[in-house]
Nanobody, 116 residues
Framework: QVQLVESGGGLVQPGGSLRLSCAAS????????MSWYRQAPGKERELVAS????????NYAEPVKGRFTISRDNVKNTVYLQMSSLKPEDTAVYYC?????????WGQGTLVTVSS
């Protein structure tokens, strides 16, 4: 059974850091484009970062460039999102996504709240 389980969200002060994890089961992350999306209240879901299945190159949305880093551990079958210098506008539910030619899977999301 294909499953993505996100963890690591929580309440953090502006300027703080968090690391989100996305543990995959039922498939291998190394053969998928792995991405993090987020959805803020009242807004559409947006792509935050993605890492390709070949070469592992990463792409970031403009608002998070230089602050967020996506990485994957193929041994642990897990993808991470390291978030630094967090801002209140980063507050959202963060979702993990796995995609290839025949699969488009989502996790249940983890809430990140940036507030003082």
């Amino acid at each position: 059974q294909v499953q993505l389980v996100e963890s690591g969200g929580g309440l953090v002060q502006p300027g703080g850091s968090l690391r989100l994890s996305c543990a995959a089961s039922g498939f291998t992350v190394s053969t998928h484009v792995m991405s993090w999306y987020r959805q803020a209240p009242g807004k559409e879901r947006e792509l935050v970062a993605s890492t390709s299945s070949i070469g592992g190159s990463a792409n970031y949305a403009e608002p998070v460039k230089g602050r967020f880093t996506i990485s994957r551990d193929n041994v642990k079958n897990t993808v991470y999102l390291q978030m630094s210098s967090l801002k209140p506008e980063d507050t959202a539910v963060y979702y993990c996504n796995a995609r290839n030619a025949w699969r488009n899977a989502w996790g249940q999301g983890t809430l990140v709240t940036v507030s003082s």
